[in-house]
């Protein structure tokens, strides 16, 4: 999504992007710094520097996360957040899981206390950590989201394999604030399909933010 995010920012839209604990740029293991509890713990280390930072006073924050990153932006709660930006978002974490990214088998092995490797044949591991935090606080972004007062933008691929589009579909079936969902032919990255996904984004943040 580091295209994505550059695009946007040549839009003229200030963009904050980070990788988080483990991932990408940042110090740590993939295998084990990849929590959800510590995901969300960076999402307020950022956004508690960007309310600090006087070159963002005044503006409105989205928060914008893809995937595992969708979950995050759903579960993460500040009253300074102007509104939220999921793309693929997993909203039934144990079940999508369970299911689909690591599979039935490595996730029992996990859960019973096994790093496990190579899900989605992308090479990575997983702690035990990660299944076992899933099961013991039960995030729910479904439930979560029915909380928020500001407006939701969903975009999902109808080819996606990796998290299902029924996921998006119900969440905006629930959501009871402005909302957009849009449902474009893409699979779970949006391969090929960064220039639409962008043009996507790019609007509906300046719909959001006109007059400002």
Not at 122 to 140: D, H, V
Request: hydrophobic share 40%; proline share 5%.
């Amino acid at each position: 999504m580091l295209n994505v995010a550059k695009a946007i920012a040549a839009a003229g839209i200030i963009t904050v992007r980070f990788d988080f604990s483990g991932s990408g740029e940042s110090e740590g293991e993939f295998a084990d710094d990849t929590i959800v509890s510590g995901w969300l713990e960076d999402v307020g280390n950022v956004f508690h520097w960007i309310k600090g930072e006087p070159r963002f006073s005044g503006l409105p924050v989205y928060l914008l996360g893809h995937s595992l990153g969708g979950l995050i932006a759903l579960s993460y709660d500040d009253a300074a957040i102007a509104g939220r930006l999921v793309l693929a978002p997993v909203v039934k974490p144990i079940d999508n899981f369970c299911d689909i990214i690591l599979g039935p088998e490595l996730w029992q092995r996990s859960v019973q206390g096994e790093t496990v490797a190579n899900f989605l044949n992308k090479g990575f591991s997983l702690s035990p950590r990660f299944a076992r935090e899933l099961l013991e606080k039960r995030y729910e972004p479904l439930v979560k989201a029915q909380s928020y007062q500001t407006p939701l933008f969903i975009v999902h691929g109808d080819e996606d394999a990796v998290v299902p589009l029924a996921g998006s579909q119900e969440l905006y079936s629930r959501y009871k604030r402005e909302k957009q969902l849009e449902i474009i032919p893409a699979d779970h990255v949006f391969a090929g399909r960064h220039t639409e996904l962008t043009s996507l984004l790019v609007g509906w943040l300046e719909k959001q933010t006109e007059g400002l």
